[in-house]
Nanobody, 124 residues
Framework: QVQLVESGGGLVQPGDSLKLSCAAS????????MGWFRQGPGKEREFVAA????????DYADSVEGRFTISRDNAENTVYLQMSSLKVEDTAVYYC?????????????????WGQGTQVTVSS
């Protein structure tokens, strides 16, 4: 079992940056692929970014490619999402997710562990 706790959300203006963190505990984190998903108002949960167990393979949704960066620190059991050039349409609850295997997925239903979410609001 893996417990995930997100932090770092908040209210920012368009063009600002924000860094989300997801702290994992409960079992060996370094063997788990991790991902970030988000759910905006009135929308379905959508894939944002994912990273393999070693950090060597990374994928992004087209909507965030070039603006967001996912990374992980296995020694600290933490995965990060650095968000830059934020847009109003990035407003959502951001969820950290973990897979019980090493290789990532872009599909939410393939993740086994979820955090409680952190709100990111981009507004002028």
């Amino acid at each position: 079992q893996v417990q995930l706790v997100e932090s770092g959300g908040g209210l920012v203006q368009p063009g600002d940056s924000l860094k989300l963190s997801c702290a994992a505990s409960g079992r060996t984190f370094s063997n788990n692929a991790m991902g970030w998903f988000r759910q905006g108002p009135g929308k379905e949960r959508e894939f944002v970014a994912a990273i393999s167990w070693s950090g060597s393979v990374i994928d992004y949704a087209d909507s965030v490619e070039g603006r967001f960066t996912i990374s992980r620190d296995n020694a600290e059991n933490t995965v990060y999402l650095q968000m830059s050039s934020l847009k109003v349409e990035d407003t959502a609850v951001y969820y950290c997710a973990g897979k019980s295997t090493r290789y990532y997925s872009t599909r939410a239903n393939e993740y086994d562990y979820w955090g409680q979410g952190t709100q990111v609001t981009v507004s002028s």
